[in-house]
């Protein structure tokens, strides 16, 4: 015999999975070890909250009957008490008393961070062939989620308020017209500072969002998936409902958030609302897939929710967040305001500058911008057309997604000189 | 609109995944609180590793760079660290030097639990139609992870020394006259303390299956899924090398297994040994469900494999089940040994016990014992038909999987008494 697997030994859908560009971008870093890098996602290292779990888990299992329960098997929707914390949080979240919310603990699941549930809910929804509308640009591994189902993702453009619904409109109508509106399945929004743009969806087009897909669900529910990882990390302004608490029938969005981006993302632990009829296909689902989350981190999180130990953590986060999303945006602005055709967003929350260069610099991975930035400049970004569906006239490639996540501000600063050094480079040709 | 979801609205996937009797059987114990469970596979409550923990963790945590290391996200592979001590765990229980396994940390990768390995692997390998050779009995969740991808369990009996190497070639033979040999990838094979049938396959079977799945891969690779959750449970015997260690290419066996008996099933920790072109499939779609398990339980498992907390609590979970094993044999030979046709295995280790009734006697969910055992006599346990693909004939439905995990040896003797008590009423008819 042949000891090689040949393509033909994986499953069709095997072969869907594209490489995690991800694996690329950590391969760059461990190659270039003096980069200052702007394009990891994860979170401040400083800000990792090493004492409060230490004291929660302390007296977690100080306590026999607590610790036997978060030592025990959970179950695969996750646990009761943890779901109980996770209304109130809701309802916080939302600025309604718990009982209006319109939801119980029965439609809410817990999953391995948020990205178990797109996925999941991908896997639940989509037959290969279905079309799941994104926002252009969009979370580049939900669209490996959707390639991982062999679903399509139809772009719909966004502006600084979001995704804007009469193009969302056209799109529809345009699949309508094309016989392909029994196709749609879903809309994927990701409602507050979005990754990669780090812009939130305005109040009004919420409404008109949740107006739209009910409007069009005419051969099947087109249910909107919405994404909130970056909900509780608000800088700036007035927190708004979201799309969930915006539809009276709580029957048309799937609701996912996550811990990983305000607490831990070692404790992986991420939860979602979701419609009832889709609870039981998720739940059937992830039994297969792993029979429950791990038990000992939705513990550790349950008490943290209770004791206010996360809502106090939460605040320092957002602070240190603030200075660093402050000190990119003065770097921008320091080092950038000068170069012709070059703009970026200024975000009220989560992680992500969006900045676009003109559209005669592509940055992709092969470009001489990125090799510039990474190979002389020592500084590296996520390459915006990662972060697009294949689009009519191609993916455009004058953008870059630029992370404060884990640098200090003096490190943000230094980056953000670095890359103004490559850029100003690459445009003197 | 109507904002019922039609079966349609769900993935042509979704609709395969069945529904788990795992949660009948757990609705019948809130119903029935009184009930006594000889059905659960949960672990032993008073095992669990409280004070280990807390101990590892405030360690872990109070030193700065490991908590960032372990409240960080990891990696979708898992911890490298973790990965380098299971190393040092295998070469351990296959009893030779690490140097000598044939294999290092980039072949290992870390789960949720080892049926998150489960299905990725049957969702990265098998198309719908494909084939898996199983025992009879298996694994019942398993045969779920089959129906979720649409893949046909092929049944091959086991005997006290595990599945039937004769019978297995049979099995290839017969479907290769029918031209379906190339649809077989894969030949489950839970190697020690089956769950359910509490058997182990003995060395000489070891070697026999190996060498079947190497000389039947004439078409592709019949690869071999080894589920070795049981392994560390063994209370009597020799330990016996895996069907891996015997597995010279290293490129024929899946190999995983799980701390989830030995340890915590809430730190939900399993593991896998994979042939180095089967990792990257199982990676790329690991990448797109979790892209990684909790890291913060890794890094405790990782720090009480290394000090040697996780060995010395092992040995007390051994020590416990023995003396609960024991309890149940004794139980069946004082209550059981009268009651003519009934038979029942002896396991070494692990956590069941397979019994058998007169062919006469179903035990079913619907059948007259089940339902006696349940609302007369407050007993439950998995009837034995679960736990067999479908055959031709029909599966034998007079046997039982009577589990020793969470009762207290009293309660197993108990127990025990109350399920003997239910047999004799329905035999007495």
Redesign the interface.
């Known amino acids: 015999?042949?000891?090689?697997?040949?393509t033909?030994?994986?499953?069709?859908?095997?072969r869907w999975?594209?490489?995690?560009a991800?694996?690329f971008l950590m391969q760059q870093g461990v190659e270039n070890p003096g980069c200052i890098s702007l394009a990891a996602g994860?979170?401040d290292?400083d800000s990792?909250?090493?004492?409060p779990?230490?004291e929660t888990?302390?007296t977690l299992?100080?306590d026999?009957a607590s610790?036997?329960s978060?030592?025990?098997?959970?179950t695969?929707q996750g646990r009761l008490d943890l779901r109980g914390s996770l209304l109130d949080y809701m309802a916080a979240q939302e600025g309604v008393p718990r009982e209006t919310l319109g939801y119980d603990a029965s439609r809410m699941v817990v999953?391995?961070?948020s990205?178990?549930l797109l996925?999941l809910l991908c896997?639940?929804?989509?037959?290969p062939g279905?079309i799941c509308i994104v926002g252009a640009p969009t979370y580049f591994?939900f669209l490996?989620?959707l390639a991982?189902?062999g679903a399509e993702p139809i772009s719909v453009p966004l502006d600084e308020n979001g995704m804007q619904p009469e193009l969302l409109e056209q799109a529809l109508a345009r699949l309508n017209e094309l016989g392909r509106l029994p196709q749609v399945?879903m809309i994927y929004v990701v409602s507050e500072f979005d990754n990669p743009s780090g812009v939130s969806v305005s109040l009004e087009r919420r409404k008109a969002i949740v107006d739209i897909a009910?409007?069009w669900?005419?051969h099947?529910?087109i249910l909107i998936l919405e994404d909130a990882a970056y909900r509780d990390l608000r800088f700036d302004g007035n927190p708004l409902p979201s799309l969930l608490a915006l539809d009276g029938?709580k029957?048309?969005v799937l609701y996912t958030q996550t811990f990983?981006k305000t607490l831990?993302?070692?404790?992986?632990?991420g939860f979602g609302v979701l419609?009832k009829?889709?609870m039981k296909?998720v739940l059937?689902?992830k039994?297969?897939?792993?029979?429950?989350?791990?038990?000992?981190?939705q513990?550790i999180v349950t008490r943290m929710l209770k004791s206010g130990a996360f809502q106090e953590h939460v605040r320092h986060v957002r602070d240190s967040y603030t200075r660093k999303r402050d000190a990119m945006l003065a770097a921008a602005e320091k080092y950038f305001a000068d170069i012709p055709g070059v703009t970026w967003r200024r975000p009220s929350g989560g992680l992500y500058v969006w900045m676009s260069l003109p559209a005669s610099i592509p940055t992709g991975f092969q470009s001489p911008l990125f090799q510039a930035a990474v190979k002389q400049h020592g500084v590296m970004y996520v390459p915006g057309e990662l972060c697009f569906a294949p689009v009519q006239g191609g993916r455009p490639k004058n953008h870059m997604r630029l992370s404060y996540g884990v640098q200090t501000p003096e490190g943000i600063t230094d980056g953000m000189w670095r890359l103004s050094r490559a850029v100003k480079q690459v445009l003197a040709g």
């Open positions: 015999m042949s000891h090689v697997l040949h033909s030994g994986l499953s069709q859908r095997s999975a594209a490489d995690q991800i694996s994860l979170v290292e990792l909250p090493a004492e779990v230490r888990v302390v299992l100080s026999s610790a036997r978060a030592l025990q098997y959970g695969t999953t391995t961070g990205q178990q996925s896997e639940t929804l989509l037959d279905d591994v490996g989620c991982g189902v399945k009910n409007r669900s005419i099947n529910r029938s029957e048309q990983s831990s993302p070692g404790l992986r632990v419609p009829d889709v296909p059937d689902r039994g297969n897939e792993d029979f429950g989350s791990a038990n000992f981190p513990a």
